[in-house]
C-alpha cells in the first residue's frame, strides 16, 4: 500500500469558449420520456443523462454483480455506489462502468472493501422520492452524505454538481478499481495535474478484452489529496488491485462544486480536448438544456396524437432509447481507436461509431432508422465497413473497437442490403459486397482479434454450411439458429451480388438462402438439429432450452421454426400450406408456456403461449399472419403485446432491451407497420396504435397515419386508404412512405376481411 499526500495552491484554468446553436422545437418531446423504464424487470437500462449516440454515459451505479447489473442501476436497490461515465444500454451481457466519482462527507471509507457484497465502502442509501431523471438530467439525494448530486452531459463529456452541507471534511472519491461486474483491471493510473485537474487512463479485460478508457477531470474546488493502491484477495482467490484518488476539501452550508469529465479510448489529451471544447465554463445549466434541447430534436421526428399520457410516455421512451447507441467513438480531433486497437486520425464530421449489436439491431431499429434518419444509418454502416477493413472482417459484437464474436449471425450484411434495396445508400456498393462476401466464407486468415474470440467470430458452423450445405448439430453449437440465420444473411448477400452483376454468386447464394428446408422436420413441424450423420437429434422437445449450449440461441424450436423472413411464401409451402401454416401459427400463442432444460435461457421472457416477445428471434413472427391470409390475427396479437409487454414502469419491458431494439418494435408497429425482411422493402401492416402519427422525413415530406373509430376494443382495420386510393393488401413498400403521404385505417372490433390476399 502506497499513500501520498501534497496540497495545492489554486491555479489559473484556460478556458476555452465555444459557440452552440440549437434547433428549437415547439413541443416539449423529451417531458414526455421516463428514463426509469427499463430499470427495473430484465430491461437493463439505466437512467442516467446522455445525448443522442454520445460517447459518455454518466449514471449512477446501484449493484455489482448479476445478470440484472449490465447497465449498473436496478430500481429495485436502495443505495448508489458511485456515478461512473460508461454504460451500455439494455444489454445482456456487462461491460464498461468506467471512471466512477462519489462525493462524500466525513470520514472516507473505502479499505474494507468486500467483493461479495454489491456495495462499495463508500456506498450511500437515497429514495427515489429524492431522484429525477428526464432526459439529459440526472439528480439524486445521497442520504449517508446530505449531498444532492446532479449530472449532465455533451457528447463527449459529462458535468456533474454536487450541493455539498457545512463541513471541513467533504470530497470525492475517484474509484479507477471499479467496474460493472467487477472486470480484470489490466493496468490503471492517475496523474494528479494541479490542485483542480486530475487525468488517468485504465485498461481492462473482460466482455471487451482490450478495453481502454482515458480521462480527463476537471474540478471548480481546489483540493488536498491521496493516492490509495492496495490489493485484495477475491472471493475465487484471486488478487483485485484497488486504486483510488482521495479528494478532501471544506465546503459551505449548500456550496455547490462541479466537477467536468471527457473521455477518450485514444489518450488523456483527447480526453480533454474533448472537455474543454464542449464543457468550456461551469454552466452547468446550459449543458443541461442543451442537451434537453438535443434530445427535443431527435424526438421530434415522429409527432403522435393521443389522449393516453401513458402510451406517451411509452412511445417517447421508446424512441429515446433507440438513440442511447450506437454511441459515438471519434475524438473532437478527430482521432479514434480502430478496430486493430491502433490509433486513427479520422474525419469529426465523419465520425466512427461503437456499440453495434446487430443480432439485435438489424430487426428493427436499423429499419427505423432508415425511414427517420436515412443519413444517420448511412454512418453507421460507414463505420462497419471502416471496422471490416482495419480488423479483418465485419464485427458480430463491437464493443469499444473490439471485437467480441458475440451472437450469431453476419448482420451487417442486412444492414447493407436493406439501405441498398431502399435507394438511400451512400457507401460504395462494391466494397460493400466484398465485404459482405468475406463475413460469409469460412477463412480464419487475417482478422485481428483475440485468440478466444476467432472460433466464435469465425465458427466452424460458416465451413459446415459452405461445404456439406447444412450445419451438423453435432459439430457447432445453436447449430439451427446459425443456419437459419446464415440463410438469411445470404439472401442478403445475393441482392448484393446481383447489385454488383454477379449473377453467378447471385444464384449460389440464393441457394444457401434455401438451405433452412433442411431443418424442417414434418413428422413434428419444428425445424430441429441434424447431426453429421444425417440423423435429427434425439431426445427432442420444442420446448427445451439449454442456454447457448443446444441447437438454438436464447430461444427453443417452438420460436426459432419461424425464422425464414426472406421466404415466407416458401416456408408456408414447407408446412403444407396456409391452413396448416396458420395452424402451427396458432398452436405458438396457445401452447403451454412452460420450458425445459437444465439450464433454461433467462432470455426467454414475454411469454404469449411459447412466442417470447421478450427476446428478439420472436419479432417478427405475429406479422406472419399477414402472408397467410388471416391479416386480422396479427392486427389482435400486435394489440396484445402493446397491452401485456410494455408498460409505463421500470419494469415496463418484457426483456432485454438491447440497444435499441426492444424499443424500435414498439415504434414501427404502435405506427402501424413492421419490416419482416430487411433487404426487401417492404412493410406488413399491423394495428395502429395512435388516433394520428406524423413522421417527419428528410427533406421537409412528411407521412402521416390517421386512424379513425380508434378506441381500445376496436382492434381490426375495416378500411385502409393510401393517398386516397384504398388499399387491398396488408403491406405497403418503403417508397410509399419515404415520398410522404397519408393512410388512413378505419377500425372496428371485429375480424373483417380486409387485407385477405388469397389467390384465386
Not at 396 to 404: K, P
Not at 574 to 585: D, Q, S, W
Not at 607 to 613: F, K, S, T, V
Amino acid at each position: 500500500m502506497t499513500m501520498n499526500k501534497f496540497l495545492f495552491m489554486p491555479l489559473l484554468a484556460f478556458v476555452l469558449c465555444t459557440c452552440n446553436t440549437t434547433k428549437i422545437t415547439e413541443t416539449d418531446y423529451a417531458s414526455m420520456v421516463n428514463p426509469f423504464i427499463g430499470t427495473g424487470g430484465h430491461g437493463h437500462t439505466f437512467p442516467g443523462p446522455v445525448v443522442p449516440n454520445g460517447m459518455i454515459q454518466p449514471s449512477p451505479d446501484t449493484r455489482i454483480d448479476g445478470w440484472d447489473a449490465c447497465s449498473g442501476y436496478y430500481y429495485e436497490d436502495s443505495s448508489i455506489n458511485g456515478f461512473s461515465h460508461t454504460h451500455v444500454s439494455g444489454t445482456g451481457c456487462a461491460d464498461y462502468g468506467d471512471i466512477l466519482i462519489m462525493p462524500t462527507v466525513g470520514e472516507q471509507v473505502y479499505k474494507n472493501q468486500d467483493f461479495s457484497s454489491q456495495s462499495l465502502p463508500y456506498a450511500s442509501s437515497f429514495s427515489h422520492e429524492n431522484e429525477v431523471a428526464v432526459p439529459g438530467y440526472y439528480s439524486v439525494i445521497l442520504d449517508r452524505y446530505s449531498v444532492k448530486a446532479e449530472l449532465s452531459a455533451t457528447k463527449r463529456a459529462a458535468i456533474h454538481r454536487y450541493t455539498f452541507p457545512e463541513s471541513t471534511e467533504s470530497g470525492f472519491i475517484v474509484d479507477m478499481d471499479y467496474s460493472i461486474q467487477r472486470q480484470d483491471n489490466l493496468d490503471m493510473h492517475i496523474d494528479v495535474l494541479s490542485d483542480t485537474e486530475l487525468c488517468g487512463y485504465k485498461l481492462t479485460k473482460y466482455w471487451a478484452f482490450d478495453q481502454r478508457i482515458c480521462f480527463y477531470a476537471k474540478f471548480s474546488k481546489p483540493f488536498s489529496y491521496e493516492i490509495y493502491t492496495d490489493t485484495l484477495t477475491d472471493s475465487k482467490g484471486k488478487q483485485q488491485a484497488l486504486y483510488k484518488a482521495l479528494l478532501k476539501f471544506d465546503t459551505k452550508k449548500d456550496e455547490q462544486v462541479f466537477v467536468k469529465v471527457g473521455i477518450s479510448a485514444v489518450d488523456v489529451d483527447g480526453a480533454k480536448k474533448n472537455v474543454e471544447a464542449e464543457i468550456p465554463e461551469w454552466d452547468f445549466d446550459k449543458v443541461k438544456t442543451d442537451a434537453y434541447q438535443a434530445w427535443n430534436n431527435y424526438l421530434s421526428k415522429i409527432n403522435i396524437k393521443t389522449d393516453n399520457a401513458d402510451d406517451k410516455a411509452i412511445f417517447y421512451t421508446a424512441l429515446y432509447h433507440t438513440a442511447i447507441s450506437p454511441n459515438l467513438f471519434t475524438d473532437v480531433d478527430g482521432r479514434y481507436l480502430g478496430m486493430d486497437l491502433q490509433i486513427h486520425q479520422g474525419n469529426p464530421e465523419k465520425p466512427v461509431y461503437t456499440i453495434f449489436s446487430l443480432w439485435d439491431t438489424f430487426r428493427a431499429l436499423h429499419p427505423l432508422l432508415s425511414i427517420i434518419d436515412p443519413d444517420l444509418n448511412n454512418d453507421f454502416i460507414a463505420s462497419l465497413l471502416l471496422k471490416h477493413k482495419e480488423g479483418g472482417i465485419f464485427p458480430m459484437w463491437d464493443l469499444a473497437s473490439n471485437y467480441t464474436g458475440t451472437m450469431i449471425g453476419y448482420h451487417a450484411v442486412s444492414l447493407i442490403a436493406d439501405a441498398y434495396t431502399k435507394g438511400y445508400a451512400k457507401f460504395d456498393i462494391k466494397e460493400a459486397y466484398e465485404a459482405c462476401l468475406r463475413a460469409a466464407e469460412y477463412d480464419t486468415t487475417g482478422i485481428k482479434c483475440p485468440d478466444l474470440v476467432l472460433p466464435c467470430l469465425m465458427p466452424n458452423a460458416k465451413y459446415y454450411k459452405n461445404t456439406l450445405g447444412y450445419v451438423p448439430c453435432d459439430k457447432d453449437h445453436e447449430s439451427v439458429a446459425k443456419a437459419l440465420e446464415y440463410a438469411y444473411n445470404d439472401y442478403c448477400i445475393s441482392v448484393m451480388a446481383e447489385a454488383n452483376y454477379d449473377f453467378k454468386n447471385a444464384e449460389k447464394y440464393k441457394e444457401y438462402s434455401k438451405a433452412y428446408q433442411i431443418y424442417f422436420d414434418k413428422s413434428t413441424g419444428f425445424m430441429r438439429g441434424l447431426d453429421s450423420k444425417g440423423k435429427w437429434r434425439t431426445p427432442f422437445s420444442p420446448r427445451a432450452s439449454n442456454h447457448r449450449n443446444d441447437d438454438y440461441c436464447e430461444g427453443t424450436a417452438w420460436q426459432w421454426t419461424w425464422f425464414v423472413p426472406h421466404d415466407v411464401k416458401g416456408l408456408i409451402e414447407l408446412m403444407g400450406g396456409k391452413t396448416k401454416f396458420t395452424e402451427k401459427l396458432d398452436s405458438l400463442f396457445t401452447a403451454d408456456s412452460s420450458l425445459e432444460g437444465e439450464l433454461v435461457s433467462a432470455d426467454i421472457t414475454g411469454l404469449i403461449g411459447q412466442y417470447a416477445h421478450g427476446n428478439e428471434p420472436s419479432h417478427h413472427i405475429i406479422h406472419l399472419y399477414n402472408y397467410a391470409d388471416q391479416p386480422w390475427k396479427t392486427q389482435e396479437l400486435v394489440d396484445s403485446v402493446f397491452r401485456s409487454q410494455y408498460h409505463n414502469a421500470p419494469d415496463g419491458l418484457s426483456g432485454n432491451e438491447d440497444c435499441g431494439q426492444m424499443s424500435a418494435w414498439y415504434i414501427m408497429n404502435s405506427i402501424g407497420f413492421y419490416q419482416v425482411c430487411p433487404g426487401k422493402p417492404v412493410y406488413s401492416i399491423g394495428r395502429p396504435l395512435f388516433d394520428e402519427v406524423i413522421i417527419n422525413l428528410p427533406g421537409n415530406k412528411k407521412f402521416t397515419v390517421k386512424t379513425i373509430n380508434n378506441r381500445k376494443e376496436n382492434r381490426y382495420i375495416e378500411k385502409a386508404v393510401l393517398n386516397g386510393v384504398i388499399l387491398e393488401k396488408p403491406f405497403i413498400n418503403h417508397k410509399d412512405i419515404m415520398n410522404g403521404g397519408i393512410i388512413e385505417f378505419t377500425m372496428t372490433d371485429k375480424p373483417t376481411q380486409w387485407g385477405y390476399i388469397a389467390e384465386n
